[in-house]
C-alpha cells in the first residue's frame, strides 16, 4: 500500500470544498490499495484509524451506539457517546438517513483504535457518500462540548466545513478530517502548519508499522497518484 499526500489546494473534483488559507494548513490524502466494494480498504482503514488515534482523542457521528437525550456526555461501551439536536438542513438529513429521531445527531468520541476504525464503515453515516467527520483534539482532553459555544456538530456534514475549524479551537479540536469523493480521498485541515507536520510524522510512522510507505506531493502528481491507483481505475 502507498499513501499519497499533497498541500495544495482541493481542486472541485474530489467535492472538498474550498478552504481558504486562513482556514487551517489543508493537506489532501489519498491511497493506492486494493478496491473494496462499496467502502474503504481494510489496509487503508486500519492505517487511517491508527493515524487518528496516533494524534490524539477522536470525535466523530456514530450510529452503532444509542445516547441518553440528556446534555453532555455519558460513558458507553469504553468510550464516550453524546446525542445533538441537529439545527442545519444537512443535519437533520443525516440524522434521519442514520435512523435516529428527527433533528438527532449521536456523537461518538474515543482513543480506542477500533472503535475510530468503525466511522469508517458506519452505515448511518457513510463515509463513501460523504457523510461523516472526525474531529481530532489531545488525548488527554475532555471531548468537545459544542453547546458552551452554541455549535451545531452536524454543520461539519456540510460543504463549508472547512469554515468551522477556527470555531472549534477554544474546544482542543486541532484537526478535522472529511471524505473527498466517493470516499476514496481525505481532505485534512489542521489548526496550524506545525500540527500538520505532527500528524503527518504519525501518518509517516504508522504506514511504515503496516509495511506502507507515505509520499507527499505535488497537487497534479497527486491527480496522477491516485488515478494510476487499483481503485482509481
Known amino acids: 500500500m502507498r499513501v499519497f499526500v499533497t498541500h495544495d489546494a482541493p481542486g472541485p473534483q474530489w467535492q472538498l470544498g474550498a478552504p481558504s488559507p486562513g482556514a487551517g494548513a489543508f493537506a489532501l490524502i489519498g491511497w493506492e490499495s486494493e478496491p473494496r466494494d ?22 466523530f457521528a456514530c ?14 461501551d469504553g468510550d464516550v457517546v453524546a446525542r445533538y439536536g441537529a439545527r442545519s438542513v444537512v443535519g437533520r438529513i443525516a440524522a434521519r438517513l442514520s435512523g435516529g429521531a428527527p433533528g438527532d445527531l449521536t456523537l461518538r468520541s474515543s482513543v480506542s483504535e477500533a472503535s475510530v476504525a468503525r466511522l469508517f ?12 467527520f472526525a474531529l481530532v483534539s489531545p488525548a488527554h482532553a475532555a471531548p468537545p462540548d459544542f453547546a458552551t ?5 452536524a454543520t ?17 479540536v486541532e484537526a ?18 506545525e500540527v500538520r507536520d505532527r500528524f503527518e510524522a504519525v501518518m509517516h510512522r504508522c504506514a511504515l508499522a503496516v509495511g506502507a510507505s507515505l509520499h507527499v506531493m505535488s497537487g497534479k502528481e497527486f ?3 491516485v488515478a494510476a491507483s487499483p481503485a482509481g481505475d
Open 38 to 59: 462499496g467502502g474503504v480498504p481494510a489496509p487503508v482503514v486500519d492505517w487511517l484509524a491508527a493515524s487518528l488515534t496516533g494524534m490524539g482523542r477522536v470525535t
Open 63 to 76: 450510529s452503532a451506539v444509542a445516547a441518553p437525550d440528556t446534555p453532555g456526555w455519558t460513558s458507553r
Open 121 to 132: 464503515d458506519d452505515a448511518g453515516y457513510p463515509w463513501w457518500h460523504q457523510g461523516q
Open 149 to 153: 459555544i452554541g455549535f451545531d456538530p
Open 156 to 172: 461539519l456534514f456540510a460543504a463549508d466545513w472547512s469554515n468551522h475549524l477556527r470555531g472549534l479551537l477554544p474546544l482542543g
Open 176 to 193: 478535522m478530517l472529511r471524505p473527498g469523493v466517493d470516499g476514496d480521498v481525505a481532505g485534512l485541515l489542521c489548526a496550524s502548519s
Open 223 to 225: 491527480i496522477a497518484a
